[in-house]
């Protein structure tokens, strides 16, 4: 499958990730994280969870837009899926 586009690495479970018109392909959620996930328009960090919008940008936190001096709203969790819930089992398997 290649290596990976962040750290060069050939060693591993390679997988790709598809969002938008951008694709990349990793060896960890590190790497992915670290070339696709937005970053905070406040502090930088990258963004895991939901973000809070802003007309300005998008932040990691309620505290990141308040500092940034941006009116904000919560992003909707209705645009995201879990494939498998972090407890349990997804449905259908029992």
């Known amino acids: ?13 390679m997988f790709t990730v598809n969002m938008g018109n951008q694709t990349g ?7 992915a994280i670290h070339m696709m996930a937005p970053a905070c328009e406040h502090c930088g960090c ?4 939901h ?13 990141c ?13 209705g645009h995201t899926a879990v494939a ?3 407890h349990g089992n997804a ?3 029992g």
Request: overall charge negative.
């Open 1 to 13: 499958m290649g290596a990976c586009d962040v750290c060069g690495s050939t060693e591993g479970r």
């Open 25 to 31: 392909t990793f060896d960890s959620f590190e790497c």
């Open 46 to 49: 990258r963004i895991l969870g």
């Open 51 to 63: 973000p809070v919008d802003s007309e300005a940008g998008i932040y990691c936190c309620l505290h």
């Open 65 to 77: 837009a308040k500092e940034a001096g941006n009116p904000h709203q919560a992003a909707k969790a």
């Open 84 to 86: 498998v819930p972090a």
């Open 91 to 93: 449905p259908g398997q």
